[in-house]
């Protein structure tokens, strides 16, 4: 979930301080009304496509691959709600086909030797470092004209975001999207179950423990699931899938904090160069190493590290670094999610300095 952290709530405020502006005419705020119309007009349009899942399954027309997949996402639905204390609403309810590949598409852009995010400042959200469009073209836009200005860009697809369940009625609440909805049985159920457990909890402002907390549910929750349903393959499948994970970040952290170091050094301009081009090389030499050992031959990162870069690397951070502490909580709490649930609610609520200190002590 590195990739989507970013605009787990941008894009719900976003939308909503978009309409307002658009609704009231203010022109005032110049070249900005229209990013923030595309970000109303998205959104809404993304909610207007949904419809009921029940009436999915009653139209003959619905293809039965889909079809499938929609009964197993209620499946997973409500064991969500009555395994894992998850919210009982709305949410993955009703399914949207956007006729695309994505939800929305994000660009990030750093300078040739350094690792800052280029930032931009909305209303409501306030600054952050990356560009969000409901529209490839309109990203891939703004990445070239970036470029001619000398920045190094990355456009990446995001397939699902999320408003947190903050925003108001069932019309309004996070569709199934077509963008994410056949993907595999673990991955449909992690992605539900990870992102329904932001609507129980979610401290302001600090993105490892929300991320770490998610990860953990959504772990614990589809393995409870598969073990349930008797599909210890699957499970293991997961499992792998997590090793894969770990071996990634390892990967590209060692890289982006020698990118960092040598950015940081006095070296000069060309000398620095040279570093960065070594440093990918020695990071895509490590990724082909690992495919052909540990993995098997495990091609699903070979995109990611054939365009990998500054922008690439800059967007990783060490989202999951405590999600054995929130795995410890949940065996410390009897495996109890009600329980669970409550006590990450009651850390939440705590000054950030107070929350860690908790937490590590579980």
């Given at each position: ?140 836009a703004l990445a070239e004209q970036l470029r001619g200005e000398g920045w190094e860009t990355y456009v990446y697809a995001v ?162 670094d405590r999600v054995g502490d929130f795995e410890r909580l949940f065996e410390r709490v009897g495996r109890d999610w009600p329980?669970?649930h409550a006590e990450v609610q009651r850390l939440a609520a705590l000054p950030k300095a107070e929350r860690d200190a908790a937490?590590?002590?579980?």
């Amino acid at each position: 979930m590195t990739l989507q952290v970013r605009v787990k709530r941008w894009m719900g405020r976003l939308a909503l301080a978009a309409a307002v502006l658009g609704l009231s005419g203010c022109a005032q705020v110049g070249s900005q009304v229209g990013y923030y119309w595309q970000s109303a007009t998205g959104h809404l349009g993304l909610l207007n496509a949904a419809r009921p899942v029940s009436d999915w399954l009653a139209d003959p027309a619905t293809p039965a691959d889909l079809r499938e997949r929609l009964q197993l996402s209620q499946t997973l639905r409500d064991y969500a709600v009555r395994e894992l204390a998850l919210p009982d609403n709305a949410s993955y309810r009703r399914y949207a086909d956007l006729k695309r590949s994505a939800a929305v598409w994000n660009v990030v852009a750093t300078r040739e030797l350094s690792l800052d995010l280029k930032t931009w400042c909305v209303l409501v959200v306030g600054c952050v470092g990356y560009r969000g469009y409901f529209d490839r073209s309109e990203a891939d836009a703004l990445a070239e004209q970036l470029r001619g200005e000398g920045w190094e860009t990355y456009v990446y697809a995001v397939p699902a975001y999320s408003t947190l369940g903050k925003l108001p009625g069932r019309w309004f609440a996070d569709p199934l999207l077509n963008t994410f909805i056949r993907d595999g049985d673990v991955a449909l159920a992690r992605l539900m179950f990870h992102e329904l457990s932001h609507q129980v909890a979610y401290a302001e402002d600090d993105t490892v423990f929300n991320e770490s907390y998610a990860t953990a549910v959504e772990r614990i929750g589809s393995a409870q699931w598969l073990r349930g349903a008797g599909r210890e393959a699957l499970l293991a499948e997961a499992e792998a899938q997590d090793r894969r994970r770990e071996q990634f970040r390892a990967l590209t952290q060692r890289a982006r904090a020698a990118l960092l170091a040598l950015y940081a050094s006095p070296a000069a301009d060309e000398t620095k160069r040279q570093g960065k081009a070594q440093i990918l090389a020695q990071l895509r030499a490590d990724h082909a190493a690992l495919k052909a050992g540990d993995w098997g031959g495990y091609a699903g990162y070979d995109r990611w590290f054939a365009s990998a870069g500054n922008p690439q690397l800059a967007i990783l951070g060490a989202y999951n670094d405590r999600v054995g502490d929130f795995e410890r909580l949940f065996e410390r709490v009897g495996r109890d999610w009600p329980r669970f649930h409550a006590e990450v609610q009651r850390l939440a609520a705590l000054p950030k300095a107070e929350r860690d200190a908790a937490l590590a002590r579980h």
